[in-house]
């Protein structure tokens, strides 16, 4: 009798930690449970939705690129010379707008094209849902890219292009290369700077959607809807 009580009292006290379990972090799926395809696509989806909702968005803001280290533009290597040849002769405020108007450019050209991006997500088609889900802290995004990287640089190179003339870049880099290109003993330069911006701003809207991705794969709290908890606990270790 006194064995039995023991069990039962043990039962009791063992469904008790699962309560506080399920209280302060989630309900846990077994392992058994497995989510269709369908949903699992929805939950990578949705994660990537929420990094541009969430992360992109800071991308739009001023300074949005150039103060985030993460994904300042910096020049390329060509224009890197006319950088360093314009400061040597006293031009070095001309050079800081050069460097800032790039990012500027982006910045605007980001804001534009949101929607390029947000219709780019829900139209993805993932091959294997759950080998994706099961992957790295940033294999949805890195699938993402894989997928829509050509498509979107297309969409994206005229908004840039847009952007360097809202912002004025385009006249600024003109003379600041026309400056370069009159310094004796210097050969001459001529990059295309849209491509290379264009490349640049990609590579940042990607990196910022990866940051939620890992965000929502290692954070509990980062998990803000069922479909998220659901999908996204089958990966938990």
Do not use: H
């Not at 060509?78 to 982006?106: F, P, T």
């Not at 993932?126 to 979107?152: C, E, H, P, R």
């Not at 360097?164 to 600041?176: H, Q, R, T, Y």
């Not at 003993?185 to 640049?200: A, H, I, M, Q, R």
Request: proline share 3%; glycine share 4%; hydrophobic share 40%.
């Amino acid at each position: 009798m006194c064995r039995k009580f023991l069990i039962i009292l043990l039962v009791f006290n063992l469904n008790s930690c699962a309560g506080l379990q399920e209280v302060g972090d989630y309900i846990s799926l077994p392992s058994s449970i497995q989510l269709p395809q369908t949903d699992i696509a929805s939950g990578l989806r949705e994660a990537l939705d929420n990094g541009i909702q969430k992360q992109v968005s800071k991308l739009t803001q001023k300074d949005g690129f150039f103060k985030n280290e993460l994904v300042k533009i910096v020049l390329p290597e060509d224009l890197k010379k006319v950088d360093k040849a314009l400061r040597k002769i006293g031009l070095s405020s001309l050079a800081d707008e050069g460097l800032k108007v790039l990012n500027r450019a982006a910045e605007d050209a980001v804001k534009e094209a949101a929607p390029v991006f947000i219709s780019a997500v829900k139209e993805i088609k993932f091959d294997d849902a759950k080998t994706i889900l099961l992957g790295d802290n940033t294999a949805a995004t890195d699938y993402l890219s894989s997928k829509t990287q050509v498509t979107l640089y297309q969409k994206f190179q005229p908004v840039i292009k847009k952007s360097f003339s809202k912002v004025g870049a385009d006249k600024i880099w003109a003379n600041l290369i026309q400056k370069y290109n009159k310094i004796p003993f210097t050969k001459s330069v001529n990059t295309d700077l849209t491509d290379y911006v264009t490349t640049e701003a990609l590579k940042g809207v990607y990196k910022m959607i990866a940051i939620e991705e890992e965000q929502i794969r290692t954070r509990l709290s980062s998990r803000t809807t069922d479909l998220l908890q659901r999908v996204f606990a089958l990966q938990d270790k």
